[in-house]
């Protein structure tokens, strides 16, 4: 249980600043990810579309906050 969110919130952004991203690296992932999910039929999906409404509702409730 977080107690003191100001103070959590603080450290993520002190750590974030000493740690900057590492593009290649998380393209790296991103691609090895990605061919993870081909070999196992997961990608591309059989339709596109399917799940979209929860997508939607998902991005509503992400947005608004």
């Known amino acids: ?5 100001k ?3 603080a450290w993520e952004e002190e750590r974030l600043r000493q740690s900057p991203a590492d593009y290649r690296r998380n393209l790296r992932i991103f691609e090895e990810l990605m061919e993870l999910a081909r070999k196992l039929k997961a990608w591309p999906p ?11 509702e ?3 409730i992400i947005n608004t906050v």
């Open 46 to 56: 059989k339709d596109p579309m399917e799940g979209i409404e929860v997508d939607i």
């Open 1 to 5: 249980m977080i107690k003191d969110a």
């Open 58 to 60: 998902i991005a509503k």
């Open 7 to 9: 103070y959590l919130r």
